[in-house]
């Protein structure tokens, strides 16, 4: 079992900044993706940063040269650096371990790009409760 809890969430004005932590514990293997999610009011889920096998990172488009993700040398807690915040990043965050092996990946993506890959379509297996950030106007 795969136990995720993300901290670090809250209340900002445009323009500002937050610092989301996720902590991993259970049976994970430390070398498989790890990512973060959100989903904003009236929105679907959204993939916004992973990491890949060798710690590449993976943005989304929406975040890119605004958040960081990183994550501790043990693979135990992984941040997610917010910069420049607007009020379109409001959401519940939800950070993500493991790959769901798909059919479609195994064949077609290369492994230095599946966690990228997966980020996208939300495989992944193992997921936390989330963590609110509110951006105001």
């Known amino acids: 079992q795969v136990h995720l809890a993300e901290s670090g969430g809250g209340s900002v004005q445009a323009g500002g900044f937050l610092r989301l932590s996720c902590d991993v514990s259970g049976n994970f293997d430390p070398m498989d993706c790890m990512g973060w999610f959100r989903q904003g009011p009236g929105k679907a889920r959204e993939g916004v940063a992973a990491l890949e096998h060798d710690g590449s990172p993976r943005y989304a488009d929406s975040v890119k040269g605004r958040f960081t993700i990183s994550r501790v040398g043990d693979k135990t807690r992984i941040y997610l650096e917010m910069y420049n915040l607007n009020p379109g990043d409001t959401g519940i965050y939800h950070c993500?371990?493991?790959?769901?092996?798909?059919?479609?990946?195994?064949?077609?993506?290369?492994?230095?790009?599946?966690?990228?890959?997966?980020?996208?379509?939300?495989?992944?297996?193992?997921w936390g409760r989330g963590t609110q950030v509110t951006v105001s106007a």
């Open positions: 993500a371990q493991g790959l769901e092996q798909t059919e479609e990946m195994m064949r077609y993506i290369e492994p230095r790009d599946r966690c990228g890959w997966a980020l996208a379509r939300g495989h992944y297996t193992h």
